[in-house]
């Protein structure tokens, strides 16, 4: 699994489907063969260019003000993100942060409870992103037919 690391590559995804969703986080994403999202190497030739699963993570200072919270979640996606990056196949993702989690539920910024809360929740986005990809897939493939010649005798 790679990183998103250029602004335009979150702009992109961020600009795509939402896959996903949960009551903290939401999952943006789009095919990874979309042009422009994967920057080759000089000299790399089209046909040897692999498109694998990209992730990319936005937390808002609104939603996550402390800095280790931030980071202790960060880990914590990336490293869900890895556990699914089979089952998500070549998809540029973005996890975004889109609530805070309680302060009164969760008042220390890096205590187990919140990394179990949200690894927990982390692996359900992760399942239903998943399944939504396939199913995308599955219609991209139908409905790009591939011609099939007519049997000789």
């Keep these: 699994m790679k990183h998103l690391t250029a ?9 795509g489907k939402v896959l996903a969703a949960t009551q903290h986080f939401v999952v943006h994403g789009i095919p990874a063969s979309t042009p422009g999202l994967v920057i080759p190497p000089a000299g790399t030739p089209p046909d040897a260019i ?3 699963h990209l992730l990319g993570v936005v937390l808002p200072k609104r939603c996550a003000r402390r800095a280790v919270t931030r980071n202790a979640l960060r880990r914590q996606i990336y490293s869900v993100g890895d556990d ?3 089952a998500l196949g070549a998809w ?4 975004r942060l889109r609530r ?5 539920l969760f008042p ?4 187990q409870a919140l990394r179990c809360t949200a690894r927990k929740e982390l692996q359900a986005l992760f399942v239903l992103a998943a399944k939504a990809a396939a199913k995308i897939d599955l219609a991209r493939r139908k409905r790009v037919a591939v ?3 007519p049997l000789v005798p």
């Design 84 to 86: 699914f990056a089979l």
């Design 147 to 149: 011609p099939v010649a």
């Design 92 to 95: 540029a993702c973005v996890v």
């Design 50 to 52: 692999l498109f694998e």
């Design 108 to 111: 220390s910024a890096t205590s």
């Design 100 to 104: 805070e989690f309680d302060r009164t």
């Design 7 to 15: 602004q335009r590559q979150f702009q992109a995804v961020l600009h």
